[in-house]
């Protein structure tokens, strides 16, 4: 069974930093491609980020790219979201998942299984 732990959320003021971590079991995690997606207050599930398997290739949402870093340890399986200049708009709680990777922008097409991380921005 794959299992996803998201920790590191928290709150923070506009202009502020967190470190996301996920970590994972039940599958081959050096060969899977991951996501990290969030769901805003009383919004739906929005894509933020993707990373390949060797985490040589990493893609961003618009929104988030310059601000948010995606990383993995393999050794660890262990993924990671760096945010920095946190803005309101990023307030939601963050999950991980696996995914395919073309299909990992499409929220429709990854599962979550897992109970997230809160992210606060506030002022």
């Known amino acids: 069974e794959e299992t996803f732990l998201e920790s590191g959320g928290g709150s923070a003021q506009p202009g502020g930093s967190l470190t996301l971590s996920c970590v994972t079991s039940?599958?081959?995690?050096?060969?899977?491609?991951m996501v990290w997606v969030r769901q805003a207050p009383g919004q739906g599930l929005e894509y933020v980020s993707k990373i390949n398997s060797a985490g040589l290739t990493t893609r961003y949402q618009d929104s988030v790219a310059g601000r948010f870093t995606i990383a993995r340890d393999n050794a660890k399986n262990t993924l990671y979201l760096q945010l920095n200049n946190l803005k309101i708009e990023d307030t939601g709680l963050y999950y991980c998942?696996?995914?395919?990777?073309?299909?990992?922008?499409?929220?429709?097409?990854?599962?979550?299984r897992s109970q997230g991380t809160q992210v606060t921005v506030s002022s």
């Open positions: 039940g599958f081959a995690f050096d060969r899977t491609s």
């Open positions: 998942s696996s995914c395919l990777w073309t299909e990992c922008s499409k929220v429709e097409r990854v599962a979550v």
